[in-house]
Nanobody, 126 residues
């Protein structure tokens, strides 16, 4: 079981940027693929971006393409999400999670993941 601690959220104006961090523990970090998700009030948790264990492949949902960049530092057990050109509709609690298979992150219903960290709140004002 992987435990995650997300940080870096905050209040930002539309058009601004934030960099989220997620520290993972419980399994060798370089053996797991990582993904970012978000959950806005009144909606289901949704997939945002994923990165393979060795960073050679990334994948984005349409909502993040061109604006968000996922990266990782295996030496620090940390995955990042750089978010630029933020919009009010990006307001949500952001979470990270891990999987042994890359396609688990990109295709599995987020409701089927076993556990989540506390997340980090991102609020974008108009």
């Amino acid at each position: 079981q992987v435990q995650t601690v997300e940080s870096g959220g905050g209040l930002v104006q539309a058009g601004g940027s934030l960099r989220l961090s997620c520290v993972a523990s419980g399994r060798p970090f370089s053996s797991i693929h990582m993904g970012w998700f978000r959950h806005a009030p009144g909606t289901q948790r949704e997939f945002i971006a994923a990165i393979r264990w060795n960073s050679i492949m990334t994948y984005y949902a349409d909502s993040g393409k061109g604006r968000f960049t996922i990266s990782r530092d295996n030496a620090k057990n940390t995955v990042y999400l750089q978010m630029n050109s933020l919009k009010p509709e990006d307001t949500a609690v952001y979470y990270c999670n891990a999987a042994s298979r890359f396609d688990t992150l990109t295709t599995r219903n987020p409701m089927d993941f076993g556990s989540w960290g506390q997340g980090t709140q991102v609020t974008v004002s108009s």
